[in-house]
């Protein structure tokens, strides 16, 4: 055989095997993309009605996806918010809440590692290890990654409230001041800003919101508010 056979044979079967890697890894991506909006349209349902048993299929959804495809941020991320509607709607069932939130850190951190500019996921680790640490050093630091990359969204605002909120009597001065600077800021998006109420309301925080809601200018329009009225008794 000629050297210029040869030359292109060597060519044509580089070019195959390139060609297969790519077909495969396409490949891998549409299952576990698939598995990976299985496991969210399982989740587009109300929470209230969400059981147990779809949390499981969702979960075990979202795990084949990271199988698949370790290297997308939002899998992982999606998976830690799995684990944690699982502790939610469970409540008193889970066995090991500390193993949970754990393995909802994990999935966390994974995701920023492959992706470090999402304000949410920020939060999110912020959050979880609240959970864990209460208003600590590190979780002071997660927030203020996440108003780094984040720093007018509401989610995060709305995260930072939570985490001050459960942890009020034990807050140091910087995280209360955190707070009311957040509160301030969160007023501003209009009728978006009444979903601080529910995160009070599930967190059994409301009076201390309505008290911090009590006082400042800023909160004029809130104070006559329905929902104000309503919650604030």
């Not at 996806?65 to 939002?74: R, S």
């Not at 809440?97 to 850190?105: D, F, G, H, N, T």
């Not at 920023?112 to 999402?118: A, C, D, K, V, Y």
């Not at 630091?141 to 720093?151: C, F, H, L, S, T």
Request: net charge positive; hydrophobic share 45%; with cysteine.
């Amino acid at each position: 055989m000629s050297n210029f056979n040869v030359k292109r044979l060597t060519q044509i079967t580089v070019l195959a095997a390139i060609t297969l890697i790519i077909s495969y890894q396409s490949l891998q991506s549409m299952r576990a993309n698939t598995w990976y909006f299985n496991s969210v349209n399982i989740l587009k349902q109300s929470e209230i009605l969400i059981t147990p048993v779809e949390l499981k299929l969702a979960d075990s959804a979202i795990a084949l996806a990271i199988d698949l495809e370790p290297t997308q941020p939002h899998y992982w991320q999606l998976s830690a918010y799995i684990k944690m509607q699982n502790l939610a709607v469970t409540r008193e069932q889970v066995d090991d809440k500390l193993m949970v939130y754990q393995q909802a850190e994990e999935n966390l951190l994974n995701s920023l590692e492959l992706r470090n500019t999402w304000a949410e996921t920020w939060i999110a680790l912020a959050q979880v290890v609240s959970y864990q640490e209460g208003p600590t050093k590190r979780v002071y630091e997660y927030i203020q990654q996440a108003k780094k990359v984040g720093p007018y969204k509401l989610d995060v605002q709305l995260g930072i409230i939570q985490i001050s909120l459960i942890h009020w009597q034990q807050l140091p001065p910087k995280y209360k001041a955190l707070y009311v600077a957040e509160l301030n800021l969160a007023v501003e998006y209009g009728y978006k800003f009444y979903q601080v109420f529910n995160v009070a309301k599930q967190v059994d925080a409301l009076p201390i919101l309505c008290l911090s809601l009590q006082f400042g200018k800023a909160f004029e329009k809130v104070r006559s508010s329905t929902v104000y009225r309503r919650s604030c008794k």
